[in-house]
């Protein structure tokens, strides 16, 4: 039995990384509606703007995005009004009793001052969708809907070491109409908690 078990690890591992949005992808359930700490009920396309779409699989309880919290909304506050949306989506169904309840969303996004949207994935449906597996783990739709980055925000954790800013390139590339460099980097941060077992 300890055989067939070492045997099935690294499947299951590799699995969960080949089931990854491709990119070129379109949005998947775009239309599905997601409860918002404003209470409002609201989808993908709701947030899509004028010149894309930012995804941010987030959470409450990760230090990898307590290190990156203060880049995302840097992010946001140069980005939106350049007509991208954004959301960040907790999908850590697994902790909800244990810091990634929508209260805890509401207390989170008021502190740190979210100025975007911050949704529940109830059921991590949308994570699964996406092939999301960590937090931060982000998913850039140029205004076609189709996925032009994905994977990681930079290149460190530590903001003043960061070399590269593969989103910010990949925004600044999409909004000039112009094919982003850099498509895809690996994720790195917490993994996302899709069961309570």
């Given amino acids: 039995m300890k055989k ?11 699995s969960s990384f080949a089931t990854e949005l491709e990119i070129g992808s379109k949005i998947p359930l775009a239309n599905v509606k997601m409860e918002d700490i404003s209470g409002k009920d609201i989808s993908l396309n709701d947030v899509m703007g004028d010149n894309g779409l930012l995804v941010v ?39 909800r009793n244990s810091g990634d309840n929508l209260k805890d969303m509401k ?19 949308l994570a699964s969708a996406f092939g999301a597996t960590k937090t931060p783990h982000i998913f850039l739709f140029n205004k ?7 994977g990681a925000i930079d290149d460190n954790s530590k903001a003043n070491r960061v070399e590269t800013n593969y989103l910010m390139d990949a925004i600044d590339a999409m909004i000039a109409g ?12 917490c993994t996302i908690k899709f069961t309570s077992n």
Wanted: aromatic share 12%.
């Fill in 4 to 14: 067939i078990n070492l045997l099935i690890l690294p499947l299951l591992f590799v």
């Fill in 144 to 150: 076609k809907g189709e996925l032009v980055y994905r």
């Fill in 178 to 189: 112009k094919k982003v460099g850099m498509t895809s980097t690996k994720a790195i941060g």
């Fill in 107 to 125: 207390n989170r996004a008021k502190k740190a001052k979210y100025d975007f949207f911050y949704t529940l994935d109830k059921g991590s449906k």
């Fill in 57 to 95: 699989f987030s959470c409450n309880t990760c230090p990898f995005v307590d290190a990156w919290e203060d880049r995302y909304i840097k992010v946001s506050n140069e980005y939106q009004e350049k007509g991208v949306g954004m959301v960040a989506i907790n999908s850590n169904e697994g902790t």
